[in-house]
C-alpha cells in the first residue's frame, strides 16, 4: 500500500513538473494560460455582483490625502443607488482604482466635488476617459460648489488635444468627440444653517451643505437619500455642526481625520531634520480637518450607525499605526466605527436596517 501510494506522489511531482516546463518552455501553453486569465478578468469586470439587491452602496476608491500612501489612492468615493452610479471627488489615481475595483461595472455619469484642493479632483480628467474608452456618449455632469465652471472647462481644453488623436485613430463612430464633455453644474452656495437639494432623480435625493475648510470657500459635504437608506460624505472640514444637522441618523457617515499627534510627530521630525518649511505646513493642516476623536463626537451626536474614517492624514500602515490613530476613540464610540481602506464596500439594502460590509479586490 505504501508503495502505491509513493508511486502515486512520485507520478504527480512528475506531472507538474511536465506542467511547469510547459508553462516555462511552451509558446502554446503559455498563450493558453494567458487566453484564460484574459478571459477570468474580462468577466469579472462586467460585474458588479452587490447591485444584485436594490440598495445603496458605498465603495472607496480612494482614501488618502495629499501625503503619498502606497496603498491609498485620494479622495474618491462611489457611490451606487439603484442603477445609478455618482462619484464624490476624483483626486490623484482615483481612476485607476476605480477600474482595479470595479472594471467597467460602475461607470459614474456625475462627479460631486465637494471642494478645488487638487487632492479632490486631480483625476476628474482621467475618470471621463475613462468613461469615453468604455463607450459612455453621455455628457459627465460635474456638481460643485461655484467655480466649477472653471475645473470643467479647464480639464476640458487640457484633454482636448487627446480627445482628437483618439477619435482620429480609432475613428468617431467609436470614439466620438461628445464622448469626452463635461457639463459644470455648479451648486449655488447655502447659507450656513441651510442645505440645498442638488439632484433629485430616480429616487436619489442629493444634499450639499456647507462645512468649514477655509481658505478653501465655499466646501461642501454632500448627503445622499435613497429609498429610506443614507450616507453622509463630509468633504474635508473641521468639527462641524452642519455635519450633526443634516447627517441626522444616517446609516453611514463618512468623516475626514487628521491624527495632530502623528502629524506633530512628524513636524517635529522634519523640523529637526533641517525641513522647517515641512513642519510649518503640516501645522497649517491642523485647524481644517477634523481628528478622528471629533469626528468620533459628530456621528453620536448625528446617532449615525456606522462612522467610517477617510481622508486619512498621516497615512495609516499596519495595526500599530491604527491604533495610535484611533487612541481615545474608543471612549466616545464604542462601536459602529471604522477606518477606511481602498476597496473597502458598505451595501445598505433598501427596506432594512442592514449595514453589509466587504471588500473589493
Ligand atoms: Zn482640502
Ligand atoms: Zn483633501
Given at each position: 500500500m505504501m508503495k502505491f501510494f509513493a508511486a502515486l506522489a512520485a507520478l504527480a511531482a512528475a506531472a507538474l513538473a511536465l506542467l511547469v516546463f510547459a508553462i516555462f518552455w511552451l509558446p502554446t501553453a503559455q498563450d493558453l494560460l494567458f487566453r484564460s486569465v484574459v478571459k477570468a478578468n474580462f468577466e469579472a469586470a462586467a460585474?458588479?455582483?452587490?447591485?444584485?439587491?436594490?440598495g445603496l452602496h458605498l465603495i472607496l476608491c480612494g482614501t488618502g490625502?495629499?501625503?503619498?500612501?502606497?496603498?491609498r489612492a485620494a479622495s474618491c468615493a462611489l457611490v451606487i443607488a439603484g442603477q445609478r452610479a455618482i462619484l464624490f471627488d476624483a483626486g490623484g489615481g482615483a481612476a485607476r482604482k476605480m477600474q482595479t475595483i470595479l472594471g467597467r461595472a460602475a461607470l459614474p455619469d456625475a462627479i460631486f466635488l465637494t471642494h478645488f484642493h487638487s487632492d479632490h479632483i486631480s483625476d476628474v480628467g482621467d475618470v471621463a476617459l475613462m468613461r469615453a474608452a468604455f463607450g459612455r456618449q453621455t455628457p459627465l455632469a460635474i456638481y460643485g460648489p461655484p467655480g466649477v465652471e472653471r475645473i470643467a472647462r479647464g480639464f476640458q481644453e487640457a484633454y482636448a488635444l487627446d480627445v482628437s488623436y483618439r477619435t482620429a485613430h480609432h475613428g468617431a463612430a467609436l470614439m466620438p468627440p461628445q464622448s469626452f464633455v463635461l457639463q459644470a453644474r455648479p451648486i449655488i452656495a447655502p447659507s450656513a444653517e441651510e442645505s440645498v437639494i442638488a439632484l433629485e432623480e430616480d429616487g436619489i435625493t442629493i444634499t450639499a451643505f456647507r462645512v468649514d475648510h477655509d481658505p478653501a470657500e465655499p466646501a461642501y459635504g454632500y448627503r445622499v437619500d435613497y429609498k429610506g437608506r443614507s450616507i453622509i460624505i463630509s468633504g474635508d472640514?473641521?468639527?462641524?455642526?452642519n455635519l450633526v444637522r443634516v447627517g441626522k441618523?444616517?446609516?453611514?457617515m463618512l468623516h475626514d481625520a487628521l491624527n495632530r499627534e502623528m502629524v506633530e510627530i512628524i513636524a517635529q521630525t522634519a523640523e529637526s531634520g533641517g525641513a522647517p518649511r515641512l513642519a510649518k505646513i503640516l501645522r497649517d493642516t491642523f485647524d481644517y480637518h477634523a481628528t478622528p476623536q471629533e469626528a468620533a463626537e459628530i456621528a453620536n451626536e448625528a446617532e449615525a450607525a456606522l462612522l467610517i474614517y477617510y481622508h486619512l492624514v498621516p497615512p495609516v500602515q499596519g495595526l500599530i499605526a491604527e491604533r495610535i490613530f484611533l487612541r481615545g476613540v474608543p471612549e466616545i464610540r464604542a462601536e459602529g466605527v471604522m477606518i477606511g481602506y481602498d476597496g473597502l464596500r458598505v451595501s445598505l439594502p433598501v427596506g432594512s436596517s442592514e449595514i453589509e460590509i466587504g471588500s473589493l479586490p
Open positions: 460585474e458588479a455582483p452587490f447591485q444584485e439587491k436594490d490625502s495629499p501625503v503619498v500612501d502606497p496603498e472640514t473641521s468639527k462641524h455642526p441618523d444616517a446609516d453611514i
